[in-house]
């Protein structure tokens, strides 16, 4: 006989046990269709022709044995886990004076009434990709921002993707829009074409 015993850290963890339920749901899938062609549809699962543990260790069985069977350089699966992380805690929260010393946010509210406010969005620590400056060009994580929140060419009757599109300003920065999200929509090749033709003079 062989035992198994062992530890994984959690994302180790977290896809074997995925890939080990896939093939144990399979399993039981089989076993259930099985049991419901010999004894009808009032079956249970204390009827299945494989009790849930035994159907675990074939399982295992059934993953190595599928591990072997794949051709070589096939393409490896997405990651069987999913995380979720709150913005904050992937970007860090920055709450700091230019020259870095960490000040807390309540100690800058009385100063918020006679403060200018400027913002900046970073890509990574040390890249800055927006400034509340204008800008000519939608870029970096403004561009995306745009994308994400629109997903459409904005011209009503089309639906080119966004993630293909042109950011187009929709106060034009001709005439003092500024390159930020709330001011950027996607525009497919053809419409941000057609939209700049008629808006020039004639
Ligand atoms: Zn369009």
Same mark, same amino acid.
């Given at each position: 006989?062989?035992?198994?015993?062992?530890?994984?850290?959690? %994302?180790?963890?977290?896809?074997?046990?995925?890939?080990?339920?896939?093939?144990?749901?399979?399993?039981?899938?089989?076993?259930? +269709?099985? +049991?419901?062609?010999?004894?009808?549809?009032?079956?249970? =699962?204390?009827?299945?022709?494989?009790? =849930?543990?035994?159907?675990?260790?074939?399982?295992?069985?059934?993953? @190595?044995?599928? =591990?072997?069977?794949?051709?070589?350089?096939?393409?490896?699966? !997405?990651?069987?886990?999913?995380?979720?992380? #709150?913005?904050?805690?992937?970007?860090?929260? %920055?709450? !700091?004076?230019?020259? #870095?010393?960490?000040?807390?946010?309540?100690?800058?509210?009385?100063?918020? &009434?006679?403060?200018?406010?400027?913002?900046?969005?970073?890509?990574?620590? &040390?890249?800055?990709?927006?400034?509340?400056?204008?800008?000519?060009?939608?870029?970096?994580?403004?561009?995306?921002?745009?994308?994400?929140?629109?997903? !459409?060419?904005?011209?009503?009757?089309?639906?080119?993707?966004?993630?293909?599109?042109?950011? &187009?300003? %929709?106060?034009?920065? @001709?005439?003092?829009?500024?390159? %930020?999200? &709330?001011?950027?929509?996607?525009?497919? +090749?053809?419409?941000?074409?057609?939209?700049?033709?008629?808006?020039?003079?004639?």
């Amino acid at each position: 006989m062989w035992f198994l015993d062992g530890r994984l850290d959690p %994302i180790g963890g977290a896809v074997v046990a995925e890939a080990l339920r896939r093939v144990e749901d399979e399993l039981f899938r089989a076993d259930w +269709a099985e +049991a419901k062609a010999q004894l009808g549809d009032a079956v249970s =699962a204390s009827q299945l022709a494989r009790s =849930a543990a035994q159907r675990r260790a074939d399982a295992l069985v059934e993953l @190595a044995t599928r =591990a072997q069977t794949a051709p070589a350089g096939a393409r490896r699966p !997405e990651p069987l886990f999913t995380v979720l992380v #709150g913005y904050e805690t992937l970007a860090g929260r %920055i709450c !700091e004076l230019a020259d #870095g010393t960490p000040v807390t946010p309540g100690s800058l509210v009385p100063w918020l &009434d006679r403060a200018l406010v400027e913002r900046v969005v970073f890509a990574g620590p &040390d890249r800055v990709v927006n400034v509340g400056a204008r800008r000519r060009l939608f870029g970096g994580a403004t561009r995306r921002a745009v994308q994400v929140q629109s997903r !459409e060419c904005f011209h009503p009757y089309c639906d080119q993707p966004a993630d293909y599109a042109q950011i &187009d300003h %929709i106060q034009p920065y @001709a005439a003092g829009g500024a390159t %930020i999200v &709330d001011n950027g929509r996607p525009a497919c +090749a053809y419409h941000n074409r057609q939209r700049h033709q008629l808006a020039r003079p004639p």
